[in-house]
């Protein structure tokens, strides 16, 4: 799998590399951790006969598919994403599918619909690379009408870990990751903060072990990225690579990041 970086995610339309990035996140999203937080989800739902969803930070769709097929052919879905080279392909996935979906480029921190106008609105991974997610959390809720079902799933950024055995230099280069990938590296207590008095509010919680490949790719490119910003030496990288390798001969990486689901009632 091709080098994975997150930090291209920030504030910005992906618009190189779209192939490598859209098979890196489904890699990670075939985490049985991930997955199991996505069932806590849907057992999370109480929607009306023909309900209108809203999927923020949609990306290429991936879970937006999957919501238009569980759904009645009345349901009405919609995907909101500020990348067009992401929406290009789930618009293709869509079609490909025969699923109609309305898939829109926009901002999460300014969405681009009435108030109260769906009755299912979930965000995943879209918040921690946005300049305000406060914003975009009452966003969501402002769109959403009363009694509508919400869930929000991302991670706790500064958890992200490797069995790399320098310790002393995986602390170092982890922690040049967690304060340059993303906008935001400790997102729970915010989101926390914006719904907890909703009624129906819950949290699940699940340690998301990366995939093998992927975990490989991205703290690889974890130590390159620490290397050509100057945090770590050459001698430095090269310690890492060759742990990492180590690792990954006898398929031993273990990369582990946590993740949150916030699911509430407008």
Request: hydrophobic share 40%; proline share 3%.
């Amino acid at each position: 799998m091709d080098r994975f970086s997150l930090s291209k995610f920030k504030g910005h339309s992906v618009d190189a590399d779209t192939r490598a990035y859209i098979a890196a996140l489904e890699a990670f999203d075939s985490a049985v951790q991930i997955q199991e937080l996505k069932q806590l989800e849907q057992k999370s739902l109480a929607l009306p006969q023909a309900p209108k969803v809203l999927d923020v930070g949609c990306g290429f769709g991936l879970e937006t598919l999957r919501i238009a097929r569980r759904l009645a052919s009345s349901a009405k879905v919609c995907g909101l994403d500020v990348s067009a080279n992401f929406l290009a392909e789930a618009k293709r996935r869509s079609n490909e599918a025969g699923l109609k979906i309305a898939f829109e480029k926009g901002d999460a921190q300014r969405l681009p619909f009435a108030d109260n106008s769906f009755d299912y609105v979930r965000a995943e991974r879209v918040l921690i690379y946005l300049k305000d997610p406060e914003l975009a959390l009452h966003e969501i809720q402002r769109v959403a009408s009363d009694g509508a079902c919400l869930a929000v799933i991302e991670p706790d950024f500064s958890s992200t870990n490797i069995n790399h055995p320098d310790r002393k230099l995986a602390r170092k280069i982890l922690t040049y990751e967690v304060e340059t990938a993303v906008e935001h590296n400790a997102l729970p207590g915010t989101i926390d903060a914006s719904l907890r008095d909703l009624p129906n509010y819950s949290i699940a919680t699940r340690v998301v072990i990366m995939p093998q490949e992927l975990a490989y790719g991205y703290f690889d490119s974890a130590g390159k990225k620490a290397l050509a910003a100057g945090a770590v030496t050459g001698s430095e990288l090269t310690r890492w690579s060759e742990g990492l390798e180590a690792l990954a001969r006898e398929q031993c990486v273990f990369g582990t990041v946590g993740y949150f689901l916030f699911t509430a009632r407008a």
